[in-house]
């Protein structure tokens, strides 16, 4: 499912009719994140990123929840997200961070969507664009230092900010890039990038031009790891739902964890000795063991690739995941503990000190907590709490 099936599609669903596999996010979580990174970058400004259903967390409470909390601007990556929004009645300023096509740029300017520019042949068609509507569009302009996705080239961006200054029709109010590597340990390739960025920049000086006011490259690797790199704004993502971006990522700022993932359990049984589980027939016990199956499976989001490998959380005790995870349907090996139709599970969370992360499903999985998170689908069902 792409990312925009995910946030056009959000759940209506109330809570007393909710599908036992749900999301639970809470807001005060949210709220505490966002204010420790605040304090930690003040007096640079803050754009969350709510790309991808807000790493799936739901884009539009998110949304609503950043505008309350005071946030300077949101970043979101395809067009169809930031219109979402604005016909979710979000008023604060939305740059869309991914690349254009010429036909979209009359739509930007509709919903009062800032556009990424990335090249003098987009800085064309915004301006022909917003002539053609008598209005004024809003840019942010983008520099390649050291990803090659879009971008002009550092070492070639002086026109690019020559031709911007000249256009008469659009207001630029930014200038970004964006790094490879912020998260890691070493930092040099990280250092190089802001150099080039820097580098870029200084043309506004040796021309005496006024630069745009919002100069931005920083991510959440960057965040904790750099501060030199805040400038005017930083681009927080995966730090602002509590989730940081790699385990060797120095923690300097404390965020935890939003989201959790629950089901309950909908079947109970004992499995007999050499009768397989699931598809494939992968997995049986040589000894009688009871067994629970959950309403959950690679259709949710639940990666298959997790199969023989995942555990889960029922009772406060942690149990593995048996046999081929399914479409809709997951068996977990309970031995001789017990449990019973409607037991809570946990797919992510904590309960009684102990937990499973979306760091444990992106082990199992063999990805990162990233594609964890954008993958919970829209057939599971957000709700929202606060404590
Ligand atoms: C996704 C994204 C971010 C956020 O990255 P994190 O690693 O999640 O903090 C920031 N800026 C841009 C342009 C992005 O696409």
Known sequence: MSNTDQTINQSTI??????????????????????????????????????????????VRIAQLMEELGADYIGVAVLEEG????????????????????????????????????????????????????KQA???????????????????????????????????????????RSEETDLSYTRLQLERFLETLSYYDKRGIEPPPLKHIANSGAILQMPETYLDMVRPGIMLYG?????????????????SWKSRVV??????????????????????????????????????????????????NTYPVVGTISMDQIVANIEDGSAYNNDEVLLIGEIEGKNIRCEDLSEWAGTIPYEILTNINTRVPRIYISE
């Open 243 to 259: 989730v940081y971006p790699a385990e060797e990522t120095q923690r300097t700022i404390e965020v935890k964890p939003a989201l």
């Open 267 to 316: 079947y109970f049984k004992v499995i007999k000795p050499d009768h397989p589980v699931g598809y494939g027939s992968n997995w049986q016990s040589d000894h009688p063991i009871r067994a629970v199956t959950i309403p959950v499976g690679y259709g949710d989001g639940y990666f298959r690739s997790m199969s023989n490998k995942a555990k889960v959380l029922i009772r406060g």
């Open 138 to 180: 809003k840019v942010h302009l983008k520099i390649d230092t050291g990803m090659e996705r879009i971008g002009v080239h550092y070492y070639s961006a002086e026109s690019l900010l020559e031709k911007a200054a000249s256009c008469k029709h659009m207001q630029v109010e930014g200038v970004f890039s964006h790094f490879a």
């Open 14 to 59: 109330t809570e007393d009719v909710v599908r036992p596999t749900h999301v639970e996010v809470n807001l005060s979580r949210l709220r505490d994140n966002f204010n420790a990174i605040r304090n930690h970058v003040d007096p640079a400004k803050i754009m969350p990123i709510l790309k991808a259903n807000a790493y799936g967390h739901g884009m």
């Open 83 to 134: 219109i979402l929004l604005r016909q979710s009645g979000i008023q604060m300023p939305i740059l869309v961070t991914g690349g254009i096509l010429g036909n979209q740029v009359p739509h930007f300017i509709e919903y009062d969507l800032t556009i990424t520019a990335s090249s003098i042949v987009k800085l064309e068609q915004i301006e022909e664009a917003a002539l053609a509507m008598g």
